[in-house]
Nanobody
Framework: QVQVVESGGGLVQAGGSLRLSCAAS????????MGWYRQTPGKERELVAVITSGGSTTYADSVQGRFTISRDNAKNTLYLQMISAKPEDTAVYYC???????????????WGQGAQVTVSS
């Protein structure tokens, strides 16, 4: 079983910075892609950024140039560095980990519990 634990959410002023962390633990054989998603009331969950096992990144247009996704493979940890935060970035941010896990070497998506990020204007 895999646990995904997020941290770093909170309140930040517009123009400020915040860093989210996501740590995966458990019976992990390998981690493939990892990503951040966000959701606000009235909207569907949307992709924020994804990073592959090879380090290739993809960003939503709305965060391009302001957010940076990175990973520490040794720690099975994912990060999202948010700079120049905007009120529109306010959302619950979810971490997703695609991993090969367990004795059966199953490949699944694992989701974190979500972290609230609020950007005040």
């Amino acid at each position: 079983q895999v646990q995904v634990v997020e941290s770093g959410g909170g309140l930040v002023q517009a123009g400020g910075s915040l860093r989210l962390s996501c740590a995966a633990s458990g019976s992990i054989f390998a981690i493939n892609a990892m990503g951040w998603y966000r959701q606000t009331p009235g909207k569907e969950r949307e992709l924020v950024a994804v990073i592959t096992s090879g380090g290739s990144t993809t960003y939503a247009d709305s965060v391009q140039g302001r957010f940076t996704i990175s990973r520490d493979n040794a720690k099975n940890t994912l990060y999202l560095q948010m700079i120049s935060a905007k009120p529109e970035d306010t959302a619950v941010y979810y971490c997703k980990v695609n991993a090969v896990t367990g004795r059966r070497r199953d490949n699944w998506d694992y989701w974190g519990q979500g972290a609230q990020v609020t950007v005040s204007s």
